[in-house]
């Protein structure tokens, strides 16, 4: 290559990457959507708004969570990994949309390992697993000897969703079985428990505390490895049945489109650290049941691809499918 050849690419590289640092400098230039696949209330849809509330406030732009629930959170997802990569489109969602679903919802169109970037995962949740009082049990251990004995249902938001899986994790350690009653989102679900129509479930515990407090519903345990800040007196499920490790706790993954540029998303995922970091969010979540973790990507796709493997045997050994 001749000299000037040479300066003419020497300076086209650096126009390049000029342009990719003048990019990320100047994200966002415009308000930000964060999609989410569940209704209001939900620990994704709790913890969007109020990321979306500390991520305003610091990049200066109006940061909108829109709710598309439907299909385990792949509404959302698809949403998200369909909008043009600049950074104005991201998707918050649990991590059963990487873990569980390509096994669900086997679309050639749309696949979340794929078609999104793990950005960060800012959060992670349990689940509450809670009974009828009609049911007659006070703890793990008798619903366990109940189970031996006769039929039991539990309820769900829908197959593969973070309920339906603390549920059979724990069957699974219990060695017992329970009919597994599906429903289309959490709220009819917890209706159901409710209303006596199926005996018990694991739920996000700001969703049914309330009526355990109440009187409505009995609460047995938690799926996390500590107990819930909510419920402190509620025991966890490794110590309900004498497991130690027994650890059944989702994340909460902030993702964007695969085409947002990668000094985007490193500005993305900084400032998504950032916004974890702030106090007044860590004081806040653990009012909902949440804790903060806020971790960079490539953090995030290591725990994920954990997950994954975790996971997979689960799902094959259900059989789930929504085609």
Known sequence: MNIPSALRTAAAIGAIAAACVAQAQTWPSKPIRVFVGSPPGAPSDITARLFADQLGKLVNQPVVVE?????????????????????????????????????????????????????????????????????????????????????????SGGPGVPGHLASEMFLDAARVRMDHIPYRGPAPATQAILSGEVNCGFLATPTVLPHVKAGKLVALAVSSAKPSPLAPQVPTLAQA???????????????????????????????SQEVMKSPELRAKLPNHDLTAVGSSSAQAQSILNAEIVRWEPVVKRLGLSAD
Do not use: W
């Not at 998707?91 to 669900?104: A, E, F, G, Q």
């Not at 009974?131 to 366990?144: Q, T, Y």
């Not at 990668?262 to 995922?269: D, F, R, S």
């Open 67 to 155: 709710n598309r629930p439907g299909a385990g959170n792949n509404l959302a997802a698809i949403a998200a990994a369909k909008a043009e990569g600049d950074g104005a489109s991201l998707v918050l969602s649990p991590d059963t949309v990487l873990t569980v679903n390509p096994h669900v919802y086997k679309s050639g169109d749309f696949d979340p390992r794929r078609d999104l970037v793990n950005v960060s995962i800012v959060a992670s949740f349990s689940q509450m697993l809670v009974c009828h009082p009609s049911v007659g049990v006070k703890s793990v251990g008798e619903l366990v000897a109940k189970a031996q004995k006769g039929r039991l249902t539990y309820a």
């Open 241 to 271: 049945l004498g497991q130690p490790g027994l650890d059944v706790s989702f994340r909460l993954v902030l993702q964007a489109p695969r085409s947002t540029p990668a000094p985007m998303l490193a500005e993305i995922e900084k400032r």
